[in-house]
């Protein structure tokens, strides 16, 4: 694997090494000793999957507080996404920055998502789906969430939202105190 620091401190964007041959290719997606050796949290306690049948569908920004604050490893298994990571660590010399990558079927790719961002995408293609490694079991009372166009952040989505959930819409405006 091949891991790219973004600006944001924490987040990678992470690519395949295949090894190919006349059947195909092979590549390794997760080695703990790898996550370790690039200071990821390398633990996984859930994975979850979500389908988002039309292009233009937003899901986010989800995050979880402190003491279940969790890492996501997320890959684009069917489709493609446009995958946002949004520092809400206060004390994070990059809080209140984003970042975002194109993860789809064909490229492969993963954004690592450390504790403390919250993260969200906006498919771009028809039935995309999503596959998520957590180091966090999913704790309902910790579950938090910023607006997708908070101007706080001034996040740049590309093509036209569509469907969007009620929760992920109406999000107060951040206020950082």
Same mark, same amino acid.
């Given at each position: 694997? =091949?891991?790219?620091?973004?600006? *944001?401190?924490?987040?990678? %964007? =992470?690519?395949?090494?295949?090894? +190919?041959?006349?059947?195909?290719?092979?590549?390794? !997606?997760?080695?703990? %000793? %790898?996550? %370790?050796?690039?200071?990821?949290?390398?633990?996984?306690?859930?994975?979850?999957? !979500?389908?988002?049948?039309?292009?233009?569908?937003?899901?986010?920004?989800?995050?979880?507080?402190?003491?279940?604050?969790?890492?996501?490893?997320?890959?684009?298994?069917?489709?493609? @996404?446009?995958?946002?990571? *949004?520092?809400?660590?206060?004390?994070?010399?990059? &809080?209140?920055?984003? =970042?975002?990558?194109?993860? +789809?079927?064909?490229? #492969?790719?993963? *954004?690592?998502?450390?504790?403390?961002?919250?993260?969200?995408?906006?498919? *771009?293609?028809?039935?995309?789906?999503?596959?998520?490694?957590? !180091?966090?079991?999913?704790?309902?009372?910790?579950?938090?969430?910023?607006?997708?166009?908070?101007?706080?952040?001034? =996040?740049?989505? /590309?093509?036209?939202?569509?469907? @969007?959930?009620?929760?992920?819409?109406?999000?107060?405006? &951040?206020? /950082? #105190?």
């Amino acid at each position: 694997m =091949i891991f790219l620091q973004t600006k *944001l401190s924490g987040v990678f %964007e =992470i690519q395949l090494e295949p090894s +190919t041959d006349e059947r195909g290719f092979f590549a390794r !997606s997760w080695c703990r %000793e %790898e996550f %370790e050796r690039e200071g990821l949290n390398p633990s996984l306690v859930q994975c979850s999957i !979500s389908f988002s049948s039309k292009k233009g569908t937003l899901r986010g920004m989800h995050y979880q507080t402190g003491p279940y604050g969790e890492a996501k490893l997320v890959r684009c298994t069917n489709g493609a @996404i446009y995958d946002v990571a *949004l520092d809400m660590r206060p004390h994070s010399a990059t &809080f209140m920055q984003w =970042i975002a990558a194109e993860l +789809t079927a064909t490229n #492969r790719n993963a *954004l690592y998502i450390p504790e403390g961002c919250a993260h969200g995408f906006l498919t *771009l293609q028809d039935e995309s789906e999503v596959f998520y490694q957590m !180091s966090e079991f999913y704790h309902p009372e910790a579950a938090r969430g910023v607006r997708w166009d908070d101007p706080a952040f001034n =996040i740049v989505w /590309p093509g036209f939202l569509q469907v @969007i959930s009620d929760r992920d819409r109406t999000y107060a405006d &951040f206020n /950082p #105190r």
